[in-house]
């Protein structure tokens, strides 16, 4: 069995938060040179666009709160005001 100290863990969740980053820098580098359409994203819990300060809150999933949508994804969330929940037709 692999066991791991807290320090590991936090070692290993602030060297992926230096990944997430590194990739952000990237992907806003070829963003520039192609067009100025930032893209958005919808996943089960919300619907994100990609902005160049990082993801944007736009909706949420029908019965998943704010603080859910924070708590599940990575990068860190910008939340700008009241965040409606989504429509499902």
Known sequence: MLLHTQNEKIIALENLKELAMSLK???FQCFEKTN???PRKRTDLAFLAVTPKG?????????VSVEHSIASTLP???IDGDIPEMVIY
């Open 25 to 27: 820098e990237r992907f």
């Open 36 to 38: 100025n359409k930032l």
């Open 55 to 63: 993801f944007k809150l736009l909706e949420r999933a029908p019965r």
């Open 76 to 78: 860190e969330l910008i």
